[in-house]
């Protein structure tokens, strides 16, 4: 897939109510489950029949084994996850394998090593994850995209509507943006990013 086509609405949700809402051309959703393998599948299988219908893509956060048994587009892996590399071994050639990077050196190993997008952030202030490092602001959000051109990268942490103009990245990534009105608040993203 061209970075061109590549979907620029990454929507982050272990909800299937918000995967109904928001899946379309143009938008990736993204199953992130925190318990068990089981729950993962469950909602990853759900998820996987929804997208294809509706012509969205549809990654796992993390969970190689589960994106695989519920075939799933591909995975979204980050700092601490099996490395790009072996995701990309155990997945084959042609899954997305996206990357979660914060740096232009960790963006160019991540495409080196067969990453097919980059997640990078947080752009800005967010409080959907515990733990996380300062935000990068669309300065240094910038700089990574720059450092990695053809690869479509994608700003996450903070993201809102009238932020999206900051950001000189191909698309943006976001988790409780979508929590109220999923389908209006995904209308109104992919209009930001046309």
Same mark, same amino acid.
């Given at each position: 897939?061209?970075?061109?086509?590549?979907?620029?609405?990454?929507?982050?949700?272990?909800?299937?109510?918000?995967?109904?809402?928001?899946?379309?051309?143009?938008?990736?959703?993204?199953?992130?489950?925190?318990?068990?393998?089981?729950?993962?599948?469950?909602?990853?299988?759900?998820?996987?029949?929804?997208?294809?219908?509706?012509?969205?893509?549809?990654?796992?956060?993390?969970?190689?084994?589960?994106?695989?048994?519920?075939?799933?587009?591909?995975?979204?892996?980050?700092?601490?996850?099996?490395?790009?590399?072996?995701?990309?071994?155990?997945? *084959?050639?042609? !899954? =997305?394998?996206?990357? %979660?990077?914060?740096?232009? &050196?960790? #963006?160019?190993?991540?495409? @080196?090593?067969? +990453?097919?997008?980059?997640?990078?952030?947080?752009?800005?202030?967010?409080?959907?994850?515990?733990?996380?490092?300062?935000?990068?602001?669309?300065?240094?959000?910038?700089?990574?995209?720059?450092?990695?051109?053809?690869?479509?990268?994608?700003?996450?942490?903070?993201?809102?509507?009238?932020?999206?103009?900051?950001?000189?990245?191909? *698309?943006?990534? !976001? =988790?409780?943006?979508? %929590?109220?009105?999923?389908? &209006?608040? #995904?209308?109104?993203?992919? @209009?930001?990013? +046309?």
């Amino acid at each position: 897939m061209g970075a061109v086509s590549f979907p620029k609405l990454h929507v982050i949700t272990d909800s299937l109510n918000v995967v109904r809402g928001v899946a379309q051309p143009g938008v990736a959703v993204q199953i992130r489950v925190k318990t068990t393998d089981a729950q993962a599948y469950a909602v990853a299988v759900e998820a996987v029949e929804i997208c294809r219908a509706a012509g969205a893509m549809c990654l796992v956060n993390d969970r190689i084994g589960v994106a695989l048994a519920a075939g799933a587009d591909g995975v979204h892996v980050g700092a601490d996850d099996l490395p790009v590399e072996a995701v990309r071994r155990v997945l *084959g050639p042609v !899954a =997305v394998v996206g990357a %979660t990077c914060r740096t232009p &050196e960790s #963006a160019r190993i991540a495409v @080196a090593q067969g +990453a097919t997008y980059l997640g990078v952030g947080p752009a800005f202030d967010t409080s959907t994850k515990d733990g996380l490092p300062p935000p990068l602001g669309p300065e240094r959000v910038a700089a990574v995209a720059a450092a990695v051109p053809g690869t479509p990268v994608v700003a996450i942490g903070g993201i809102t509507l009238n932020r999206v103009p900051l950001l000189a990245t191909h *698309g943006i990534a !976001a =988790v409780s943006a979508f %929590t109220t009105d999923p389908e &209006e608040t #995904a209308a109104a993203f992919l @209009a930001a990013l +046309a």
